[in-house]
């Protein structure tokens, strides 16, 4: 082993495990759980992955594994629980129903027709051959998305006077937005589905983070004042319905 190698393993801090699948024993049943290792950890713990359908079991490095595992075994019945709460998935497919901004819509699959996408009153229509209609709904609906995103978001910049240097969407599945240090704002397409005070709400606080890049009390008075309406309501309407967004498409 050369010195450089030897200087690496003494600076580098060593890295996590892979995640590990594992089945808990329960009521005659099998509960797959994800074993994560995390350097941050200082007990194990058990959490909900809604996006990945999952319970996740997180445990410090040096923690035994056997001691992480039996704690998952003694809470089988809180994962059985859980994952039985776990809402319904929800595919994109002909006669399936989706909210778009908060607006029941119903998906038609149009085979007379070729690959586009559009609306009429409450249904959307989708052109091309079955097995494609996933891919373009998305797009359509992350196209949609973006239609109302980008100009609230300039117009609350505007507002608090700060440049946007960037505007994503991507398929988030932790969070609903964030505001880098850069200015770059990125949202979740899955905004799509709920109501437009909501995609308000999350707009402005994100353009209040291009001000304070914190939780403080100013960056919550800003936040309230960028917002249209009063932020408890979109707030409480995330944490009812945030699960229930995230298995639309899936």
């Known amino acids: 082993?050369?010195?450089?190698?030897?200087?690496?393993?003494?600076?580098?801090?060593?890295?996590?495990?892979?995640p590990e699948q594992l089945t808990i024993a329960h009521a005659g049943d099998t509960l797959p759980v994800t074993f994560l290792r995390s350097p941050r950890a200082r007990r194990a713990s058990l959490r909900v992955d809604s996006a990945r359908r999952r319970i996740v079991l997180t445990a410090p490095l040096?923690?035994?594994r056997g001691t992480a595992v039996d704690f998952a075994h003694a809470q089988a019945g809180w994962i059985a629980a859980r994952l039985k709460r776990l809402p319904d998935l929800k595919p994109f497919a002909d006669g399936a129903e989706v909210p778009l901004f908060g607006a029941p819509h119903l998906i038609r699959h149009r085979a007379d027709r070729r690959g586009t996408v559009w609306r009429e009153g409450l249904e959307i229509h989708v052109a091309g051959r079955l097995e494609h209609l996933p891919r373009r709904l998305r797009d359509w609906l992350t196209a949609e998305l973006k239609g109302q995103l980008v100009p609230l978001v300039h117009a609350k910049a505007?507002?608090?006077?700060?440049?946007?240097?960037?505007?994503?969407?991507?398929?988030?599945?932790?969070?609903?937005?964030?505001c880098g240090p850069d200015a770059t704002l990125s949202f979740s397409w899955r905004l799509v589905f709920a109501p437009p005070e909501v995609l308000d709400y999350l707009v402005a606080h994100e353009v209040a983070h291009l001000v304070h890049l914190n939780h403080g009390p100013r960056f919550w008075a800003l936040a309230r004042t960028l917002c249209d309406v009063p932020i408890e309501g979109p707030q409480s309407w995330l944490k009812k319905n945030g699960e229930i967004l995230l298995q639309y498409g899936g």
């Open 1 to 18: 082993m050369s010195l450089s190698d030897i200087v690496r393993r003494l600076v580098l801090p060593k890295a996590a495990p892979e």
């Open 62 to 64: 040096r923690m035994a």
């Open 158 to 178: 505007l507002r608090v006077e700060r440049p946007v240097k960037r505007i994503t969407v991507r398929d988030s599945r932790s969070r609903w937005g964030s």
